[in-house]
């Protein structure tokens, strides 16, 4: 007599290995599609009521900022463009630049009529100002007062090679070469030279959404894997950090003998806000903050400056902020 116990559909009782198998699976799969749990951290304590706004000069998206030779910050915001696909083929009409004093006082602002859907911002050791437009696909080159100078790619058009971009992020400078994270669409490192002849690209990224670079290494803010890349400068992977938390890194600035500052987005639902780090040279963590907005959902940390004072500033895109802290 054959018994309950059948090859493939073994019985124990009530419940076949098949269906436990399937509800072992069942469950693994929904645990990987649940995001990790809120990590708890302190708030960060930012300096309230800086900068001082004009009821003219109001922020949209802020979506990167830097801090030139004198202090002053440069903000990058897209005024009352949100970001949605497809993008707009006409240019922003307001200015999207700003310049504020190291006190918090708007000194100038530019860009009106140039972009179309700007993302970073990068000041270089001669107060030149670099600007990256994933919406025209170009790399900008300024002069601090917003003459322009120099225009890298061609416009609205996506490749990957010595010409061209795919969602260009951020900059960033090698001795006398600039470095580019390009960024949504090709996930390279594109380097190129200061007049933009195009020198070598390198890496492969899940977004390249910001780099840095210090005395000694290159990082990558490797976005959609939650981590952060470190790079020697003939571009060989050192060391990779992920994040402890699950959240998606967003920006790193190097502050010196090895250690750096990392803002991380909590994507998700039920998880808008930031994380910021401060990492010791040897990769361990000095420190974790909060710095989404109180009581606000609509909350995402997206780049981050570091002055020579030490003050540290942090942009907020869907809450349209910028927010200084003290570096402890």
């Known amino acids: ?60 998206e802020v979506s990167a900022v830097d801090v030139d030779k004198e202090g002053n910050i440069f903000v990058l915001h897209r005024a009352g463009r949100v970001w949605e696909e497809p993008f707009p083929a006409e240019p922003i009409a307001e200015p999207t630049v700003f310049m504020f004093s190291p006190e918090g006082k708007l000194l100038a602002r530019w860009g009106a009529g140039l972009f179309v859907m700007p993302h970073g911002i990068s000041i270089d050791a001669d107060d030149k ?14 002069s601090h007062d917003g003459q322009q100078e120099l225009v890298i790619g061609e416009r609205g058009v996506s490749k990957q ?33 200061r007049e933009g002849h195009f020198i070598r690209d390198w890496g492969d990224f899940n977004i390249a959404h910001a780099v840095a670079v210090d005395d000694g290494h290159i990082y990558v803010a490797d976005r959609e894997n939650g981590r ?20 998606h890194t967003y920006s790193i600035k190097p502050l010196g003998n090895g250690r750096l500052l ?37 909350s995402l940390g997206h780049d981050l400056a570091v002055g020579a004072d030490g003050k540290a500033y942090v942009t907020d895109v869907p809450g349209g902020r910028l927010a200084r802290f003290s570096l402890p």
């Open 129 to 142: 100002v670099w600007i990256t437009d994933v919406g025209r696909e170009q790399v900008f080159r300024f």
């Open 228 to 247: 952060i890349q470190i790079y020697s400068f003939d571009g060989k992977l050192v060391e990779s950090r992920v994040s402890p938390g699950g959240n």
């Open 1 to 60: 007599m054959h018994s309950a116990a059948q090859d493939g559909n073994r019985t124990y009782g009530s419940i076949s290995v098949r269906a436990l198998i399937i509800g072992v699976i069942a469950c693994a799969l929904a645990a990987c599609n649940q995001a990790p749990p809120k990590e708890e951290v302190p708030k960060l304590a930012v300096d309230a009521g800086w900068p001082t706004i004009p009821a003219d000069a109001k922020f949209g």
């Open 161 to 193: 090679d010595a010409t061209h971009f795919g969602r260009p992020a951020d900059v960033a400078f090698l001795g006398d070469n600039v470095l580019v994270a390009d960024g949504y669409v090709n996930t390279r490192i594109a380097e190129f030279d």
């Open 262 to 298: 990392a803002v991380e987005g909590r994507d998700g639902a039920d998880r808008k806000g930031a994380v910021i780090r401060i990492y010791a040279a040897d990769g361990a963590i000095e420190r974790s903050f909060d710095v989404g907005l109180p009581g606000v959902d609509a």
